[in-house]
T-cell receptor
Framework: GQNIDQPTEMTATEGAIVQINCTYQ??????LFWYQQHAGEAPTFLSY??LDGLEEKGRFSSFLSRSKGYSYLLLKELQMKDSASYLC????????????WGAGTKLIIKP | NAGVMQNPRHLVRRRGQEARLRCSPM?????VYWYRQLPEEGLKFMVY????????ESGMPKERFSAEFPKEGPSILRIQQVVRGDSAAYFC??????????????FGQGTRLTVV
């Protein structure tokens, strides 16, 4: 079966660094996506990884290890506005290019 | 490119009525996903469709709920005989049938269903 695991909730302090992990077991792999969702709003795309390694975009970075079925999203210099849910999604390697979604990690930032 | 369009944005239904939620995917996208989100909770996958086909409906309740994505027109999520527990935000996302970069899924702004 297809499975994606993320922690349900994490808490971090403003100005600090936080790492949100995502592990997956899927029928093949064709890319991993991270999304951010603020309360009451639609999720928005943050990053895409298809090769092993780190992709950096400003304060946000995403890492992928395909052999371990593992990714993380790293958020630096946390700001209060980073309080949101973070979703991990994997595109499986089939003719449908289906996306399998994790349940999301709710990140709470404290002053 | 107008993005993923969902309508209505807000829908109020009395218990026992039917709710129809519409989702027009982005131009060129052939995949549609529907999700339900209860207040203070995460997204819950409901159904994944391609044009004229339901690919995965494992997250959709067996009774009262149905979804379609016809050859022409938007995808429709239909909830019959609504109950108060159906009150939630329903999000739709669309993605292309291809791999590679710049092929991420895009979400609509959601439909907030309130059952009174």
């Amino acid at each position: 079966g297809q499975n994606i695991d993320q922690p349900t909730e994490m808490t971090a302090t403003e100005g600090a660094i936080v790492q949100i992990n995502c592990t997956y077991q899927t029928s093949g792999f064709n890319g991993l996506f991270w999304y951010q969702q603020h309360a009451g709003e639609a999720p928005t795309f943050l990053s895409y990884n298809v090769l092993d390694g780190l992709e950096e975009k400003g304060r946000f970075s995403s890492f992928l290890s395909r052999s371990k079925g593992y990714s993380y999203l790293l958020l630096k210099e946390l700001q209060m506005k980073d309080s949101a849910s973070y979703l991990c999604a994997v595109r499986v390697l089939d003719s449908n290019y289906q996306l399998i979604w994790g349940a999301g990690t709710k990140l709470i930032i404290k002053p | 490119n107008a993005g993923v369009m969902q309508n209505p944005r807000h829908l109020v239904r009395r218990r026992g009525q039917e709710a129809r939620l519409r989702c027009s995917p982005m131009k060129g996208h052939s995949h549609v996903y529907w999700y339900r989100q209860l207040p203070e909770e995460g997204l819950k996958f409901m159904v994944y469709l391609q044009k004229e086909n339901i690919i995965d409906e494992s997250g959709m309740p067996k009774e009262r709920f149905s979804a379609e994505f016809p050859k022409e027109g938007p995808s429709i999520l239909r909830i019959q005989q609504v109950v108060r527990g159906d009150s939630a935000a329903y999000f739709c996302a669309s993605s292309p049938q291809q791999g590679g970069s710049d092929t991420e899924a895009f979400f609509g702004q959601g439909t907030r269903l309130t059952v009174v």
